[in-house]
């Protein structure tokens, strides 16, 4: 199933307009997109920015799919997402988003080396993750985590539970490697999703 905006609709609203315990309006932070594709629910992402006066990040090659791994590869030999799958056309995507103006910030590029182009006092409130490929969906959640605000919300799509492969397998290793646990899944839609301690002693590892 592919993602869209209404799967993640009630994990942004939570992180960017629910009052905390101390009664604060909302997580602080931007937003942020890791795999945009046509930007099905980015637009759903960057509309919230907009009329909350954030910045929502687009991250995407808008060229496909990177190499695959071997972590990529089924048992029986298949691949899902072999390279240059899944391209798209980026300036059907611009005119799609160009109504939010400098709220917007497009990076183009692949994960790991196009993150480098984002400042590194950004902050989040929201990441959505929709990798789909096993090294970038690793990669970005060991990218984002840290730069969580405490109370933010990361979702992930397309988890599987008993995968071995793809991002499934990539969220796995990761919550094992940062010690965290989930903190609720959507079946239906396959999403999984965690949310950044207020306590800052718990941190992923590098």
């Known amino acids: 199933m592919r993602a869209a905006f209404a799967h993640i609709e009630p994990l942004i609203h939570d992180a960017l307009f629910a009052k905390d315990a101390q009664g604060a309006f909302g997580i602080s932070g931007d937003v942020i997109e890791l795999g945009v594709w046509r930007g099905d629910t980015f637009v759903g992402i960057a509309e919230l920015a907009y009329h909350s006066n954030r910045t929502a990040y687009a991250v995407d090659s808008w060229r496909g799919m990177a190499p695959p791994t071997d972590r990529d590869i089924a048992p029986d030999g298949t691949c899902e ?15 799609r988003v160009e109504r939010f103006g400098d709220t917007v910030r497009v990076v183009r590029g692949f994960i790991p080396g196009v993150l480098d182009e984002i400042d590194p006092a950004a902050r989040f409130a929201f990441a959505h993750v929709d990798l789909d490929q096993y090294a970038p969906t690793l990669l970005a959640l060991r990218w984002v985590w840290p730069r969580m605000a405490p109370g933010g919300i990361v979702a992930v799509h397309d988890w599987f539970f008993g995968r071995e492969i793809l991002a499934a397998a990539a969220v796995v290793d990761w919550v094992d490697l940062a010690g965290i646990r989930a903190n609720g899944g959507f079946s239906r839609t396959r999403h999984i999703w965690f949310t950044k301690p207020e306590d800052n002693t718990m941190r992923a590892k590098a």
Do not use: C, I, N, R
Request: net charge negative.
């Open 81 to 95: 997402y072999p390279e240059g799958g899944l391209a798209t056309d980026y300036a059907t995507f611009s005119k």
